[in-house]
């Protein structure tokens, strides 16, 4: 702001920092989507593909739910809450994104969202020999 007959200039700063109010989210859908992207972390994630989906199965445990994805590569395995829509999603192959969030998140994310807490990603034995064999 610049006053008249002045030779100074006042700038006005907003002190105040913008914060989202968007909860966090630990998963995605898109009808279009033809993979799920696996956020392993910041530095690695992987994309596997439906058409390599073999199965996934939901155990629950008080409140506590693990959810085991297998494609023919990759066994990726889900703890946390509410996971059965992400088994839904996965289900209509319009899953798209995963990724934990820390515990200290849990608080943000409203009841009934799902919530992962810790993702862990292992190659299936069987792709890593098949891997081997097509090596000359």
């Known amino acids: ?5 002045s030779n100074s200039l006042v700038a006005v700063i907003n002190t105040h920092k913008l914060m989202s109010t968007k909860s966090p989210e630990c998963w995605a859908s898109d009808p279009n989507a033809r993979a799920v992207k696996i956020e ?15 199965f996934s199965e939901l155990r629950t445990d008080g409140k506590e739910q693990t959810l085991r994805l297998v494609f ?15 088994e839904t999603a996965l289900q209509r192959m319009e899953l798209s994104n995963l990724v934990s969030l820390p515990t200290g998140y849990r608080s943000l994310v409203a009841d009934g969202q799902p919530f992962i807490r810790e993702l862990v990603v292992a190659v299936l034995a069987e792709s890593d020999a098949g891997r081997q064999e097509a090596e000359p």
Do not use: N
Request: glycine residues 6%; proline residues 3%.
């Open 72 to 86: 023919a590569t990759h066994e990726v395995s889900l703890r946390g809450h509410s996971l059965r829509r992400i």
């Open 1 to 5: 702001m610049v006053s008249a007959g």
């Open 40 to 54: 392993v972390s910041a530095e690695q994630s992987l994309l596997l593909p439906f058409d390599q989906f073999a």
